[in-house]
Every structure is written in C-alpha cells, then in structure tokens.
T-cell receptor
Framework: GQQVMQIPQYQHVQEGEDFTTYCNSS?????IQWYKQRPGGHPVFLIQ?????EVKKQKRLTFQFGEAKKNSSLHITATQTTDVGTYFC???????????????FGQGTILTVHP | DAGVIQSPRHEVTEMGQEVTLRCKPI?????LFWYRQTMMRGLELLIY????????DSGMPEDRFSAKMPNASFSNLKIQPSEPRDSAVYFC??????????????FGAGTRLSVL
C-alpha cells in the first residue's frame, strides 16, 4: 500500500551536533507536513512544504521538499536539549490528495540529545 | 480557541470494562481524526470523519471499537469490552479544508489508557 517511510528510527546526538531525518513517499505528494512530539506530549505542526524543491527555515531547522515531491528532509543545526522528541513527516496519500484531509504519517524519528 | 480538547487525560480500567474517550474539535473544523499511539506500532489512524460522517474506519482494530460524531463539536471513541492490548495513548485531531491552516492537523493532549 501507499506509505510514508522515515529514517532513521532513532538518532542520538551530542548537544551541538547536527541532525537530519529523511522522509520518503511511495507516491508523489501534493504537499508534506512535519510535526514534532515532545516526550509525553502530542504531535504539534511545524511546517508545510508545497512546491517542488522548496526549502524553508525556522531558526536552526531547515526543511526541504524534493524535486520529484516524493521525499523530504528535516535538518537541525547545532542541536539543543530542547530539540528532544519525535519528528514525524506526513503527507496526503491516496486519491484526492489534500482535499480529503487525511494524512499518512511516517513512523517518526526519535531524537535524543546528550548535554 | 482552546484547541482540541480530550477527556479524560488518563484512564485506568479493568479488562472487560467499557471505556469511552471524548473529543471536542476546534470550532469550524470539518475533519476529525482518532489515532492510537504505542511504542510498537507508532501512530495509527483508527477512523476519521468529515462533516460528522465517518469516512474511513479501516484502521479500527476490531468490532470492540466504535466511534461516533453526533455533532460538529463532539466525538467519542468506545471500546467494549476493553483488553490489556488496548493500552495506548489515544489522540484526537481536527483540521479544516479551507483557509490559511488548510489540512494542518491539530492534536489534543491525548488520553492515556491502561487496561489491567
């Protein structure tokens, strides 16, 4: 079936190191969204990418959407302990795309940061 | 807006008991989603509604699970009878298909369910 895959599943870094998580879809996406879930919390929307090749930045976070609109990445520069959590990508798979509201979430990348 | 509101935040029950989880979506949102999250299976979509109508319940694990949305401001998820393997965090989320926040899902704080 149609899927959104994320790698790696886990990432442990020392504070100050960079971190990247990758997201791949089995089909072309009209857009891709990224969410962050802090330990014990709920997923919170970070950003949405719509255009082929789009790059967006939020402070130390850089989000990219692939040219073919089938993959995406989230890069964090100089991680801090506040970056700890699970990062999910999500895309509207299936017929109808965004008009149907449903998102398929990747399995998430769990980031731990050692001070 | 107060965001998506779920109750209860925690539920501990015994196997065989009925469990009801409640959700109030963001006002004006036309989509409502129920998810289950476990370490083993990650975030799973159970069922979702559009304008109070169930669209896809293929993620509901079995007949013990049911969900309703009697009006635009309320939905519930019932498990009857509950089993220990139902222990998980259950999230409700809502979204709108119009405007600046189109298709962004807003999650509630979740209900942590423990079935003993």
């Amino acid at each position: 079936g149609q899927q959104v895959m994320q790698i790696p599943q886990y990432q442990h870094v020392q504070e100050g190191e960079d971190f990247t998580t990758y997201c791949n879809s089995s089909t072309t996406l009209s857009n891709i969204q990224w969410y962050k879930q802090r330990p014990g919390g709920h997923p919170v929307f970070l950003i949405q990418l719509v255009k082929s090749g789009e790059v967006k930045k939020q402070k130390r976070l850089t989000f990219q959407f692939g040219e073919a609109k089938k993959n995406s990445s989230l890069h964090i520069t100089a991680t801090q302990t506040t970056d700890v959590g699970t990062y999910f990508c999500a895309g509207p798979l299936g017929a109808g795309g965004t008009s149907y509201g449903k998102l398929t979430f990747g399995q998430g990348t769990i980031l731990t940061v050692h001070p | 807006d107060a965001g998506v509101i779920q109750s209860p935040r925690h539920e501990v029950t015994e196997m065989g008991q009925e469990v009801t989880l409640r959700c109030k979506p963001i006002s004006g949102h036309d989509y409502l989603f129920w998810y289950r999250q476990t370490m083993m299976r990650g975030l799973e979509l159970l069922i979702y509604f559009n304008n109070n109508v169930p669209i896809d319940d293929s993620g509901m694990p079995e007949d013990r699970f049911s969900a309703k949305m009697p009006n635009a401001s309320f939905s519930n998820l019932k498990i009857q009878p509950s089993e220990p393997r139902d222990s998980a965090v259950y999230f409700c989320a809502s979204s709108t298909t119009s405007g600046r926040t189109k298709n962004i899902q807003y999650f509630g704080a979740g209900t942590r369910l423990s079935v003993l």
